[in-house]
């Protein structure tokens, strides 16, 4: 099983930017999607963005034109660049490597720890 490890969050003010990064213990190459998700307290936990081993990308509804995620497969890390952040995006960020389930669609499987992003002045 594949172990993530997020890093990157912080404080930040409305209007900033963070980069989060994940790192995975084995090839990431080898894995077949990997997705951003987050959770604000009392809330669920949302879909942020995904990237395929292939580059395909998807972004979640209320981060469109803001965050970019992208991977460096040489560093089996995945990242995702927060633009214009607003406080609503505060949440623990987490990474996992996402599965397709057929009939389902995209699943998330492993889970990092998670790192907190919190935006506000």
């Known amino acids: 099983q594949v172990q993530l490890v997020e890093s990157g969050g912080g404080l930040v003010q409305p209007g900033g930017s963070l980069r989060l990064s994940c790192t995975t213990s084995g090839s990431i190459f080898s894995i077949d999607a990997m997705g951003w998700y987050r959770q604000a307290p009392g809330k669920q936990r949302e879909f942020v963005a995904r990237?395929?081993?292939?580059?395909?990308?998807d972004y979640g509804d209320s981060v469109k034109g803001r965050f970019i995620i992208s991977r460096d497969n040489a560093k089996n890390t995945v990242y995702l660049r927060m633009n214009s952040l607003k406080p609503e995006d505060t949440a623990v960020y987490y990474c996992a490597e996402d599965r397709l389930l057929l009939g389902t669609g995209w699943v998330p499987g492993s889970w990092g720890q998670g790192t907190q992003v919190t935006v506000s002045s």
């Open positions: 990237i395929t081993s292939g580059g395909n990308i």
